[in-house]
C-alpha cells in the first residue's frame, strides 16, 4: 500500500525559505506524477508543483522563481524549496502521487508565513 509522509512544514518569515519532504513507501511504480498542492484557509487546494517520472516540472504562476521541485528517485522521495516566501504562501501543504489509474495524498503539513 502506498503511503506518503510529508515532513519540514513550519514557521517562516516573509522573504525566507523552507524546504518541504514527502516520502512515500510502497509500490509507486516507474511512470508517476508526484506534486505538493495548498490549501489556504477559506480557499480550495490549489495544484502548486508537479514533476513527472522523466523530471519534467510545471509550477502555478505565483511560486514561479520561488518555488523549486525535484525528486530523489532512489529514496523515493519529492521535495519542494520554497524560497522568497510571502504571506499568501501560508497553507496546508499535501503530496500528492498518481500512478497509473491510481492518486494518493499525504496527511499535510502546515506553512505558515510571517510578515
Known amino acids: 500500500q502506498v503511503q506518503l509522509v510529508e515532513s519540514g512544514g513550519g514557521l517562516g518569515q516573509a522573504g525566507g525559505s523552507l524546504t518541504l519532504s514527502c516520502a512515500a513507501s510502497g509500490n509507486i511504480g516507474t511512470i508517476n506524477v508526484m506534486g505538493w498542492y495548498r490549501q489556504a484557509p477559506g480557499k480550495q487546494r490549489e495544484l502548486v508543483a508537479i514533476?513527472?517520472?522523466?523530471?519534467?516540472?510545471n509550477y502555478i504562476d505565483s511560486v514561479k522563481g520561488r518555488f523549486t521541485i525535484s525528486r530523489d528517485y532512489a529514496k523515493k522521495t519529492v521535495y519542494l524549496q520554497m524560497n522568497s516566501l510571502k504571506p499568501e504562501d501560508t497553507a496546508v501543504y499535501y503530496c500528492?502521487?498518481?500512478?497509473?489509474?491510481?492518486?494518493?495524498w499525504g496527511k499535510g503539513t502546515v506553512v505558515t508565513v510571517s510578515s
Open positions: 514533476i513527472t517520472s522523466g523530471g519534467n516540472t
Open positions: 500528492n502521487l498518481k500512478v497509473v489509474n491510481m492518486e494518493y
